[in-house]
């Protein structure tokens, strides 16, 4: 079965620009992660969604935002973009949270 | 709140050797599960190894063990038989079960595997 995807994989941006990522989860999926790594902060955790629901939330700014849709896919968005955003942006989903959490292969985002 | 650590930023082990990375976390859920991913330079996170809080048993597979002490709370990843493949970063995880609390992460272990 097709696992998570995440387009685009790379992105460059300019600072001040907004930026929007992308994941579809596996089928059947309904809870879809999302989390920012960078080499000095580690993985962070920035917003779960269940069933279009925002479910939990990191400790971001407000310019960070998703949303999920009903077919699961998910989006999130990075208003007025800092040279301190540029991280790897990985998206999880899961079925349930005894099931494990499959990863997508991330978006390397730069701020220039 | 929930918080995983990982005391070994890096670790070094001879190819065919076993090998455990530590540990240890902090929650007040009563139910919740205990993750451990692998992260080789290409970015993607791989799924290794689950345990439940309540799982009698340790989990295994394959060459991944999981050395679950929960009065400790512990969950020691055991790789046997180490290969040069395994070099990565090593992260350890935890949800609730609930879903009430997100899956969060430790800082990670960098194994290398030496020839």
């Known amino acids: 079965k097709a696992g998570v995807t995440q387009t685009p994989r790379y992105l460059i941006k300019t600072r001040g620009q907004q930026v929007t990522l992308s994941c579809s989860p596996i089928?059947?999926?309904?809870?879809v992660s999302w989390y920012q790594q960078t080499p000095g902060q580690g993985l962070q955790f920035l917003f779960e969604?269940?069933?279009?629901?925002?479910?939990n939330k990191g400790n971001f700014p407000g310019r960070f935002s998703g949303r999920q849709f009903s077919n699961s896919r998910s989006e999130m968005n990075v208003s007025t973009l800092e040279l301190g955003d540029s991280a790897l942006y990985l998206c999880?989903?899961?079925?349930?949270?005894?099931?494990?959490?499959?990863f997508g292969s991330g978006t390397r985002l730069t701020v220039v | 709140a929930q918080k995983i650590t990982q005391t070994q930023p890096g670790m070094f082990v001879q190819e065919k050797e076993a090998v455990t990375l530590d540990c240890t976390y902090d929650t007040s859920d009563p139910s919740y599960g205990l993750f451990w991913y692998k992260q080789p330079s290409s970015g993607e996170m791989i799924f290794l190894i689950y345990?439940?809080?309540?799982?009698?048993q340790n989990a295994t597979e394959g060459r991944y063990s999981l050395n679950f002490q929960k009065a400790r709370k512990s969950a020691n990843l055991v790789i046997s038989a180490s290969q040069l493949g395994d070099s990565a970063m090593y992260f350890c995880?935890?949800?609730?079960?609930?879903?009430?609390?997100?899956?969060?992460f430790g800082k990670g272990t960098r194994l290398s595997v030496i020839a």
């Open positions: 999880a989903s899961s079925f349930g949270t005894t099931y494990g959490y499959t």
């Open positions: 969604y269940f069933s279009e629901t925002q479910r």
């Open positions: 089928s059947g999926h309904r809870s």
């Open positions: 995880a935890m949800s609730s079960v609930s879903g009430n609390t997100p899956l969060v």
């Open positions: 345990q439940g809080s309540y799982d009698q």
